[in-house]
């Protein structure tokens, strides 16, 4: 008989619900267990989805404010923190998150050693490395969400461009999730083809400016979101239910996560930077990280988004 999968989610506001909301509706797990700070809250929303019961795959819900009740995950998804305050850049949330995450972590890590961690919170890419040091898992279990958002609306401005399937863009965002993010137009194809060279000749609004544009747009995107709606993603819950399905049925499908990215690229052995490189997930966590061709430019770009990012790591002298 097949093992029984339990999935928790930590933190039960628009992110972390829309990601349990889109696990339930992919039926991805047999147990999902609920914590969040907000009691009320917190039984709000299992109740709300136990009461989908009649029109979704059996899953069993449970939840409370105590980490007891993640004992025993296979996975454990952590999205409480401190929101972006519209404007605010991601790094700036770092303090008051890494307090909260030594209050999680640890508890966390306790209740599910065998467990994956993949963190949500941002600045995702520090809080990794944070997720990382305080659980004492193997680098191999603990991911972030990193660039896989980013890189589904790189794909999607490009698809839009393009009038293809945005399934058809194989377009990846590396590096920080946030401002350095790195936009790898070298291996951009659609259908296994490269078109970056015809897209130049053909289209006057892919010269070397216009690129930058579109990287920028990809970046900006997310804080338009956030400015226009408020922290509410739906998107973010179809992201990470896409790493959840490759890690929990062992698919072995790459994605742009955050992974520790020493070693990659140039990027120093010593300095334990987590930043988004594409990744194989499977059952095990991160099976192996890619080690993709990229031109001087974006191997610049790549690494001065692993130097930002170390120096923010270095700041918690953790
Ligand atoms: C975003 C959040 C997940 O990019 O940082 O929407």
Do not use: C
Not at 171 to 180: F, L, N, Q
Not at 237 to 266: C, E, K, T
């Amino acid at each position: 008989r097949r093992r029984l999968t339990k999935v928790s989610v930590i933190g039960a506001g628009n992110v972390g619900m829309a990601i349990a909301q889109t696990i339930l509706t992919r039926d991805l797990a047999d147990e999902i267990a609920l914590v969040d700070a907000l009691p009320d809250k917190l039984r709000g929303e299992m109740l709300d989805l136990q009461h989908a019961a009649a029109f979704l795959p059996r899953t069993r819900l449970v939840s409370d404010t105590d980490m007891s009740v993640t004992r025993g995950s296979d996975l454990a998804i952590v999205t409480a923190g401190a929101r972006q305050i519209p404007g605010e850049t991601r790094l700036n949330l770092l303090q008051r998150n890494v307090a909260l995450f030594r209050k999680i972590v640890p508890a966390l890590a306790e209740q599910s050693p065998d467990a994956i961690l993949l963190i949500v919170s941002n600045p995702v890419d520090v809080l990794t490395y944070v997720a990382w040091k305080l659980s004492g898992f193997p680098v191999s279990r603990v991911i972030g969400s990193g660039t896989n958002l980013d890189s589904s609306r790189f794909r999607f401005l490009l698809a839009e461009h393009l009038d293809v399937n945005a399934q058809d863009v194989n377009a990846y965002m590396v590096g920080e999730h946030g401002d350095s993010s790195v936009a790898v137009w070298s291996t951009l194809s659609v259908a296994g083809m490269p078109v970056l060279k015809s897209l130049q000749e053909s289209h006057s609004s892919f010269g070397e400016e216009a690129l930058e544009g579109i990287r920028r747009a990809v970046v900006d995107s997310a804080y338009e979101v956030i400015g226009l709606k408020g922290y509410t993603s739906w998107a973010i819950g179809y992201s990470v239910a896409s790493l959840v399905s490759s890690l929990l049925r062992d698919q072995r499908r790459i994605h742009p996560v955050s992974v520790l990215a020493a070693g990659f690229h140039g990027i120093p052995d010593d300095h334990e930077v987590f930043l988004s490189l594409p990744a194989r997930l499977g059952r095990a966590g991160v099976l192996g990280v890619a080690d993709m061709e990229l031109t001087d430019e974006e191997t610049r770009r790549l690494r001065r988004s692993a130097k930002t990012l170390w120096e923010n790591t270095q700041l918690l002298g953790l």
